[in-house]
């Protein structure tokens, strides 16, 4: 085993580890956006009495566009971050297996070495896709009703003016 091998892998498990912790910042600072934007219809959903249905409805049209487009960017920023996530996982294991002193040193990372199982990524990730993918259908939605909010507010201006 030379130094320089055991160096790059310590590099690559280094990136590996931001990686992760990166792709669950991302989540929360998308999950806190959405969730105040959604907060935001709410409260604008509450004000029908109060405004006027033009403006109420490009305002629920504003916030539909704004969070399709956040959610769309949450779910990339997701698949994404586990592509490059995986990609430094499967350099490290490249490295230890070509390297037949470093894979008899680091045996848990095989599945023949390992005392425990290791739990199954793609679980987190259909979580990491699901939720964005949720808001996304939430925020196209809200579109739509806005849409058809401005739809007939605007037949109402045009056949009962006044």
Partial sequence: MEANTLEVLKMLATIADNESDRILQRFNY???SSTGLAGAFSWLNEQQGRLRPMSLGWLMLFLGIMGALLAVAWLLSMILGRFYEKRWFLDMDEIIKNDPELKSLIRARSSEGAR???????????????????????????????????????????????
Avoid: H, K, T
């Fill in 30 to 32: 998308m999950l806190i």
């Fill in 116 to 162: 425990i199982v290791r739990p199954n990524i793609s679980n987190v990730l259909v979580l990491y896709c699901l939720i964005p993918s949720g808001f996304l259908l939430f925020w196209l939605g809200v579109c739509f009703v806005s849409a058809r909010l401005l739809f007939e507010a605007d037949c109402r201006q045009l056949y009962m003016p006044g």
